[in-house]
């Protein structure tokens, strides 16, 4: 499931963002209504962190806080705007000062770990499309914060621009990889040990002879089967995409360093 961001009326989604003078919630006289627009995030957020993207609507949001949908749409305008505005508040909890006191390289790495434990928290996250941004507050200021530690390379600009978008394509594809592990056994009824089990033992009956037939995959599973840990509770495709993630960081940084030197 791909969600766009930016589909509600430009002005109003930019206002609500950046809580511009003429929001709903500001422009409203009298007493301090029950509702605002933050408790109406807030909410949307934890029902997408509960139950996914798919669950998402106004009528849902409502029903978590004993109010009709209807009652949402003075403060939000429609879905379009609300998912614009969980987008950029989430981004708010990622940490926006790292130290270079070990060079830009440790403070990388720790702000690399920092977003793909994030993307694992709000996995719904992924599934609002980088094709458009939101343009809210905070996801400037994510973006303010990678380049304040990318220009400590020295590198120019078109370099920055081109390492930014690798990293982020990156984090967000490994965390999606985490993410679609840990909800596999809900969405088919199997478990991972069941689904491997199975089909490891078909593939052997009807596919015989495929370490003669894919000699180069025979030496990876080998190679690599002697140092996968089975002592982390972890099912097997995440602690795979774990070490993915470590690894691929690792030649990333290399990369960026050759870059650097050269």
């Known amino acids: 499931m791909v969600v766009f961001a930016g589909q509600g009326d430009a002005r109003r989604s930019m206002a609500l963002l950046w809580r511009s003078a003429g929001s709903a919630e500001e422009s409203r006289p ?25 669950a998402l609507s106004m009528r849902a949001v409502g029903e978590r806080l004993g109010r009709s949908g209807m009652a949402l749409y003075t403060y939000v305008p429609s879905k379009g705007e609300l998912v614009d ?67 400590e390379t020295g590198l120019d600009a ?52 495929l370490t003669e037939r894919f ?5 990876l599973e080998g190679a690599t089967a002697a140092t996968s840990s089975q002592d982390d509770g972890l099912p097997y495709l995440e602690r795979e995409a774990r070490k993915s993630f470590e690894t691929g960081l690792a030649v990333l940084l290399d990369g960026i360093e050759a870059t650097v030197a050269g």
């Open 158 to 209: 078109p370099r920055i621009r081109g390492i930014v978008g690798t990293l982020f394509h990156f984090l967000r594809g490994s965390a999606g990889t985490v993410s679609e592990v840990r909800q596999a056994p809900a969405a088919t009824g199997v478990s991972d040990e069941e689904w491997w089990l199975v089909r490891s033992a078909t593939l052997l009956e009807i596919a015989p002879g």
């Open 30 to 54: 009298g007493p301090k209504p029950g509702l605002s627009v933050d408790l109406i995030v807030d909410t949307a957020i934890a029902l997408a962190d509960a139950e996914g993207m798919a």
């Open 85 to 151: 505005l969980m987008y950029d508040r989430v981004l708010g909890e990622l940490p926006t000062g790292y130290g270079h006191e070990e060079g830009w390289r440790a403070a990388l790495t720790v702000w690399a770990r920092d977003t793909w434990e994030f993307y694992l928290r709000h996995p719904w996250v992924l599934q609002v499309s980088q094709a458009r941004p939101v343009l809210g507050p905070n996801e400037y200021l994510s973006l303010e914060t990678l380049v304040r530690i990318l220009r």
């Open 215 to 219: 000699p180069a995959v025979a030496w």
